[in-house]
């Protein structure tokens, strides 16, 4: 996300904190101001969204973290968005929570992608699990820099059709543009050994479909 765009949602960001200070306080199970949210711009995806396992997300126990999380699954599902999920060193209560939401709401029917795990960083063993689960992964700047074999096999191993790329902008240590994002389709490209060209047009129509975009080409 660019900062222009981060600006402009800040109204919309300043939400979300306030139900999650609200859920760190008490959570009765429900999310009132966020559906109502979700209502007024149908547009909207569920995120972040998540579990962090790191000292930075300690000050939330991680009881309360996976009972927030999960109901805001099953909210994004009920109300068929798809969700952004944040992940440090929880990913298999992150399968476990995704699994449940698509029993609840699925019903043995085929499960499309619908949860986008940000900055994958998980086991590789675990990416066939998550796909099956619905699961689309996406990579950030921090592979052009020094990635680890972790990442770079991680990168390997997503299916082509459930690769997308992320700015993860503004965080608080990057200042990173959409433009920048040639620079980590060039590492992926020369890591999946294809062209640019052909990554950036899996990686559109990926996002596309994802995020349920309409296109100036779906409109004609
Ligand atoms: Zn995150």
């Not at 700015?167 to 608080?172: A, G, I, L, M």
Request: glycine content about 6%; aromatic content about 6%.
């Amino acid at each position: 996300m660019s900062h222009a765009l981060a600006k402009k949602m800040e109204p919309f960001d300043e939400e979300m904190r306030l139900v999650d200070a609200h859920c760190h306080i008490q959570f009765d199970g429900t999310f009132t101001r966020l559906e109502a949210l979700l209502v007024q711009h149908p547009e909207a995806s569920v995120g972040e969204i998540g579990l962090d396992g790191s000292r930075k997300g300690a000050h939330v126990a991680h009881d309360i973290q996976n009972e927030v999380f999960v109901a805001q699954l099953h909210l994004a599902k009920r109300m068929k968005r798809p969700v952004s999920v944040h992940c440090v060193r929880r990913y298999g209560r992150v399968l476990e929570g995704l699994r449940k939401a698509n029993k609840t709401h699925n019903e043995g029917s085929p499960v499309a992608p619908w949860c986008l795990l940000h900055g994958y960083n998980g086991p590789v063993e675990m990416i066939g699990q998550f796909v099956r689960a619905g699961a689309v992964f996406s990579f950030g700047l921090s592979l052009t820099h020094t990635p680890s074999p972790k990442q770079i096999a991680a990168v390997r191993a997503v299916p082509l059709n459930a690769l997308l790329l992320e700015t993860d902008s503004p965080d608080n240590r990057s200042c990173t543009e959409p433009a920048d994002m040639a620079a980590v389709a060039k590492c992926v490209a020369e890591v999946r050994d294809m062209s640019e060209s052909e990554l950036k047009a899996l990686v559109w129509d990926t996002s596309v479909t994802f995020f349920g975009i309409a296109t100036e080409h779906d409109e004609v």
